[in-house]
């Protein structure tokens, strides 16, 4: 059996307000050629299908034509809520989709319920973990003590151990949205920590043939058997330049048999580029990113007037900017601390310093207490 492993498809994303949702279809949509040219039995999807609890008419419909491609490419979908998702809304009507081929598996009391498939090698039972959020999943598991990730993990992982001891010769496969150890972040995943415990070890997944890891956005291998796919879309700068993958899985006759990667195509890259706003505009070397999404970090001493608008004139996907001149830096002090027993004036003169990179001239200084003593007085006329 083959089995392609993605993750955390975050449908509805933005990068810094600009909408990714025509990218996230154009990738998402690929992986039915996936399906087609690698015969992929089943795609799994181990959490944020969504990248939030109330997705939007225009988030749902893609998620609806990309399941609908990869059932009509011949292959079973199996997926499960993350941090992101609401698990209560991803699993609605998910007992008539099971009739179509989309297995959603959402509910932590029937989590050792798992997707049964069949090949000329016998039976494969794919067990589907939502995302266990302690202080809740613990009183579903029914676990009087711990109320971490790994006590709540651990006891889903036990319970599905326990099915699949009456399922003896069955090949078995667990999704999980988790933190697992050896794991490496970025900074585009949202924190899952709870009481500075969300780390789980790796051995909690002992005794499965394979672990189709989601949460963590950079594709990476932990083990032979237990993977991270990563998300398809590079979704902060961080990421920049980053290759996106899938993980093709091999199942025979002895379970594990070969995992290999897909690599997934990049709809726009992300570029980080640095300089003055002169240099930005007038190298040739950047033109590569005029097609790209950009975040500008300009150098100038300086703070440029209009700079997002003169810098996408020439990168119109410029989706980020700022200012990392020698005026933008301060001593550390709070603002509160910087401003005590100073004056309007000297407040107003401090302002216009931070916004422009240099203080104001003696005209503007002038101008400026002029300005404040009229609303001054017009303050007394009230």
């Not at 991803?90 to 989709?97: A, N, P, R």
């Not at 009739?99 to 494969?124: K, Q």
Request: include cysteine.
């Amino acid at each position: 059996m083959r089995l392609l492993h993605t993750s955390d498809w975050h449908i509805g994303r933005t990068l810094h307000g600009t909408e990714l949702l025509a990218e996230q279809e154009a990738v998402l949509t690929g992986l039915a050629r996936v399906v087609t040219a690698e015969s992929v039995d089943v795609v799994l999807v181990a959490g944020d299908v969504y990248d939030r609890a109330v997705p939007s008419a225009d988030a749902t419909a893609v998620l609806d034509r990309v399941v609908g491609r990869l059932l009509a490419a011949g292959a079973a979908v199996v997926m499960t809520p993350g941090n992101h998702d609401s698990a209560r809304r991803l699993g609605t009507f998910s007992g008539l989709l099971s009739a179509a081929g989309l297995h959603v598996r959402a509910s932590t009391g029937r989590l050792d319920e798992p997707v049964l498939l069949a090949d000329e090698h016998g039976e494969v039972a794919v067990y589907g973990l939502p995302f266990l959020e302690p202080e809740v999943a613990r009183h579903e598991l029914r676990i009087s003590g711990g109320r971490s990730h790994e006590a709540v993990v651990g006891a889903a992982m036990e319970r599905v151990r326990s099915d699949l001891f009456l399922r003896p010769g069955a090949r078995s496969v667990v999704l999980a949205h988790a933190f697992v150890g050896g794991g490496v972040a970025s900074d585009s995943e949202r924190d899952i920590c709870v009481g500075g415990v969300d780390l789980v070890p790796s051995s909690v997944f002992d005794g499965v043939d394979y672990v189709a890891l989601g949460h963590l956005h950079r594709p990476q291998t932990l083990t032979p058997r237990l993977r991270y796919s990563g998300s398809p879309l590079a979704y902060s700068f961080g990421e920049a330049g980053q290759q996106k993958q899938a993980w093709l899985v091999d199942l025979d006759a002895g379970g594990l048999a070969e995992v290999r990667p897909v690599l997934l195509p990049t709809p726009r890259e992300l570029t980080v580029l640095t300089g003055t706003l002169d240099e930005l505009l007038q190298d040739p070397a950047h033109a590569p990113a005029e097609e790209h999404f950009v975040s500008a970090r300009l150098t100038d001493p300086v703070r440029p007037v209009d700079p997002m608008r003169r810098i996408q004139a020439r990168f119109p996907h410029c989706v980020h900017l700022e200012w990392a001149g020698a005026g933008a830096r301060d001593d550390g002090r709070s603002y509160q601390e910087r401003m005590r027993g100073r004056g309007d004036l000297d407040v107003a003169a401090e302002f216009v310093g931070h916004v422009r990179g240099v203080g104001p001239t003696s005209a503007e200084r002038e101008l400026l207490a002029r300005a404040l003593g009229a609303a001054g007085r017009a303050e007394v006329r009230r």
